[in-house]
């Protein structure tokens, strides 16, 4: 039988998620799996218990799990496949709550039947824990065939009652591919009067969803929209969102709030190595235009136009987002001037030819931001996803609960962009686990330079053999030949920030990225 293993957090404070596993068809020879870290944030040890929920609402109590005196900035992490004997094959929910503040993430991936140990492979994808549920959710990035493309829906009941009357509302985009604008989908389709046991997962996919297809035109048969979900229980989701012909994966949290004006993207790229960024804004309201710019600024030192290789500097660019609909920025292989902004942007002509950087979201209404990160199937054939960070939620202070370093292989790069438009001083504090890295539970702090509105890189791998990362360049962290590194990181600096990290192995071209966004400490 495939163990599609779904999930959901509580920590503290009504903390919470959800998913739910892919088609196993199009995977045969391999069983969903997940793995979850959870690291305290708090000021002392924590205790921390997990409960485990099936489609029911039904707990398996011989499955809890219980975890006690985690130090503080310290991790704990769970892999299903071996370290839940007790759970039987099937798909679940969980909560976890804790004495202290804690926050975790969640990796969905594969493992080969019939595997002695524990050996996961691609594609894979994270996505975090999420506050408390609400009766409203914004799902900006929902596609049935859709260029190959197509998403899953997993909802999570957050409440101990059953809920009764949980509607999802497609609500197609509209393109303009040179004839003026289009549809992107069907209009008018809903599912409704779903029901979800307390503390249960419900999965809806979209896969062999054909009604949802444009009737006819450029996009006949295809869907891109959005999907609105309300509930009688307060309620979280997440998608997953497939690409049948590369076997992508990238997954993303549904959004329980309205919105806002001010929306940060730590990172964007456009032919950086072979990577690309979509970035999508939706406009929730129902009535009104959103009238949005978009603020591009590159890292001067990855970008460049072709005339002479040097970086034009920032880029702005001005959009009318209809009601209930969703813009999208592609900046892939053949992105064109009407589909990316860093394309022909200026009377010169001028375009990126390789552009790495952060972006800014602003609006006269508020709107939602998503972000799906590829790399072209011709190169390393990662993609994963993240979601916008509200300017209201910036940080001085944050936590990363996986930063990786030669393990086994994998390897982060932590991207902190600045809020405000003052430099600004990080200082980044690693501290490794107590059973995989060479060195184990020990903490060292580096110094970084913030600029004004912009962003700055870590990166942890070795293309290249560079040792240019601050784990990867520092012996400190180097015992008897050993180098591996698996922990969490403290970023605290003088300025409002927000961070993203990426996670990723160079040893096969599949899909072998996660993507995850800080925490707020």
């Given at each position: 039988m495939k163990k599609k293993i779904t999930y959901g957090m509580l920590f503290v404070v009504l903390f919470s998620l959800a998913i739910g596993g892919t088609a196993s068809a199009q995977y045969e020879g391999s069983n969903w799996n997940t793995a979850y870290q959870v690291v305290n944030m708090g000021s002392a040890p924590a205790d921390i218990v997990v409960k485990y929920y099936d489609s029911a609402g039904t707990e398996i109590t011989a499955a809890e799990k219980t975890f006690t005196d985690v130090p503080v900035n310290g991790s704990v992490l769970v892999v299903q496949y071996s370290d839940d004997p007790n759970l039987p094959d099937g798909t679940y929910s969980a909560i976890i709550s804790a004495d202290q503040p804690v926050a975790a993430i969640s990796n969905i991936?594969?493992?080969?039947?019939?595997?002695?140990?524990?050996?996961?492979?691609?594609?894979?994808?994270?996505?975090?824990?999420?506050?408390?549920?609400?009766?409203?959710?914004?799902?900006?990035?929902?596609?049935?065939n859709w260029y190959g493309y197509y998403t899953e829906i997993i909802i999570m009941n957050t409440a101990s009652s059953q809920a009764t009357d949980v509607d999802i509302t497609y609500v197609p985009g509209t393109m303009d591919v040179g004839n003026g604008p289009e549809a992107t989908g069907a209009s008018g389709v809903t599912e409704v009067d779903l029901t979800i046991p307390g503390y249960a997962s419900l999965v809806k996919s979209q896969e062999n969803k054909t009604e949802l297809g444009a009737p006819d035109g450029t996009f006949a048969g295809k869907f891109f929209g959005a999907a609105n979900i309300t509930s009688d229980q307060p309620i979280i989701a997440i998608v997953n969102q497939h690409n049948v012909g590369d076997v992508k994966l990238m997954t993303y949290n549904g959004f329980t709030?309205?919105?806002?004006?001010?929306?940060?993207?730590?990172?964007?790229?456009?032919?950086?190595?072979?990577?690309y960024t979509t970035l999508l804004v939706s406009n929730p309201s129902d009535t009104v235009d959103a009238q949005v710019t978009i603020t591009y600024t590159p890292d001067e030192n990855y970008s460049n136009v072709p005339e002479d290789g040097s970086s034009v500097g920032t880029v702005v660019a001005n959009h009318t987002i209809s009601p209930q609909t969703t813009l999208l920025r592609y900046d892939g292989p053949g992105a064109s001037d009407g589909q990316s902004d860093l394309d022909d942007h200026d009377e010169t002509g001028h375009?990126?030819?390789?552009?790495?950087?952060?972006?800014?979201?602003?609006?006269?209404?508020?709107?939602?931001?998503?972000?799906?990160?590829?790399?072209?199937?011709?190169?390393?054939?990662?993609?994963?996803?993240?979601?916008?960070?509200?300017?209201?939620?910036?940080?001085?202070?944050?936590?990363?609960?996986?930063?990786?370093?030669?393990?086994?292989?994998?390897?982060?790069?932590?991207?902190?962009?600045?809020?405000?438009?003052?430099?600004?001083?990080?200082?980044?504090?690693?501290?490794?686990?107590?059973?995989?890295?060479?060195?184990?539970?020990?903490?060292?702090?580096?110094?970084?330079?913030?600029?004004?509105?912009?962003?700055?890189?870590?990166?942890?791998?070795?293309?290249?053999?560079?040792?240019?990362?601050?784990?990867?360049?520092?012996?400190?962290?180097?015992?008897?030949?050993?180098?591996?590194?698996?922990?969490?990181?403290?970023i605290s600096c003088d300025v409002d920030v927000v961070a993203f990290v990426n996670e990723e192995t160079n040893k096969n071209n599949r899909d072998s990225m996660y993507t995850m966004n800080t925490f707020k400490k």
């Open positions: 991936q594969l493992v080969p039947d019939g595997a002695s140990e524990y050996t996961p492979g691609p594609p894979f994808s994270t996505y975090s824990g999420q506050g408390a549920g609400a009766t409203t959710l914004t799902l900006p990035s929902v596609m049935h709030e309205a919105g806002a004006t001010e929306v940060l993207v730590p990172t964007h790229m456009r032919g950086f190595y072979n990577y375009a990126y030819t390789r552009f790495f950087g952060s972006a800014k979201v602003t609006s006269d209404n508020p709107v939602l931001v998503q972000v799906n990160i590829e790399a072209a199937s011709t190169s390393a054939g990662q993609a994963g996803s993240f979601n916008g960070i509200a300017v209201a939620d910036a940080s001085t202070d944050l936590v990363a609960p996986v930063i990786l370093a030669d393990f086994y292989g994998y390897y982060t790069s932590l991207v902190v962009q600045n809020a405000t438009g003052t430099e600004g001083t990080c200082n980044i504090t690693y501290t490794s686990d107590d059973t995989y890295s060479a060195v184990k539970n020990h903490s060292e702090t580096y110094t970084h330079t913030l600029p004004a509105s912009a962003s700055f890189m870590i990166y942890e791998g070795r293309a290249n053999d560079q040792e240019i990362g601050d784990i990867n360049s520092d012996v400190t962290w180097r015992a008897d030949g050993n180098k591996e590194f698996i922990g969490s990181a403290v």
